[in-house]
């Protein structure tokens, strides 16, 4: 016996009620990004390893253990699902030459991301983002508009309590002195560190400044901070970056020990987080990465981008009961019945005819009476049901039968049926005026 083939651990059906949402919900956001000048890029889901090892960085997580990797049977190649998207993305645009022959670029993507997490609440090993991507420009401006876009898109799917955490991780350069003070002060008090402090010492002070071991909060706290080690030029732009957002009235809250998990970033990272959904609170996430486009071949080209998580956000949006009254299920213009040999072809036409002139159709498929056909129909809350018989058939006939709000049921020619239709639904003759009349009799 086998036994039933069931779903990857951490992947995800997302059937139709919910799809049904995620469509509503792709269709606001592609919107949102369409009124920011971004255009649509689709990248592969599959990658070669070293673009994801050489961009996000040797020696984090998702690199170390959560990659889903394999060799090409047929040439060996190393591959990997993709695990996010600006890699992909730099890589595309250096590949197609997209900044040095179009200028700067906006672009966005969408779709499925693969990390071996531990799934649970909110973190799943199939996932999906949709992420912004703003290639060529340098400044602080673009940094702004990048978590604008956010606040808008947040405030028009109604979501509340989500708020903005900011930090700037200065240049390399900037970075090393920073590690290095914090090794010499983490070392001159290495005593009070525990064991896990003790072996993160050198391998990853800055993980240190993460702990949640109370007994370290103090050191921890009083250790030396990045910020005062950031140069000039990173300063201002920080500096900049804030004032845009005062202005735009953003509110943010400056987290020194917001460090991130890839190694891209320069400068300005940001997270949007909530407190309501548990550990995996944050929803969207990104800064700068200036050195990225050259370190995977390309010329010198600033950068910043987010990604959002789709799961997330859509649980949110679904806890806030916005997601409810977008997504009722689409009812059809129209639900056609039909019983008998003759009365199915004519059924396939009229289902056709009235489709050619942009309806919304359901032809009932499967057979059965009348009777239970009208269920149907009503049941999929179709304002009209055409119905087709084979004495119809005969005649070259169809009958129109309002679903909604009572109404005579009438039969016409099938060269009349679109007129006819057009007419009744756009004359209101099915008007809504209350359910509790629509129930159909069933008969012809
Ligand atoms: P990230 O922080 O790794 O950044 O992921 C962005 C968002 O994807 C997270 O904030 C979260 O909402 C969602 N996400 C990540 N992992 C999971 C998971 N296992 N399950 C569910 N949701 C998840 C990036 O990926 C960067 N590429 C963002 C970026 C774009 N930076 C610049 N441009």
Redesign the pocket.
Known sequence: MSQNLQAVRGMNDILPDEAETWENFEDIVRDWLKGYGYRPIRMPIVEPTPLFCRAIGEVTD?VEKEMYSFADALNGELLTLRP???AGCVRAAIEHNLVAAGGPQRLYYQGP?F?H?RPQK????Q?H?I?A?ALGFAGPDIDAELILMGARLWGQLGLTDIRLELNSLGSAAERAAHREALVAYLEAHEDKLDEDGKRRLHANPLRILDTKTPALQELVEAAPKLADYLGDESRAHFEALRALLDEAGVAYRINHRLV???DYYNRTVF?WVTDRLGA?G??????R?DGLVEQLGGKPTPA??????V??LLALWREGGEAEVIAERPAPDIYVVNQGEGAQKLAFRAAEALRDIGLDVTLHCGGGSFKSQMKKADASGAPLAVLVGDDEAAAGEVSIKPLRGGGAQRRVSFATLSETVADMLYSGAHEDEGDEEGASDGSL
């Open positions: 998702i996010e998207g600006t991301m990390r997490e909110g973190r799943y090993r996932f983002q992420g991507e991130r998990g890839l997270e995996q944050t929803v969207c996430a990104g800064g990465y910043a981008g987010f990604a959002m998580g799961e997330r």
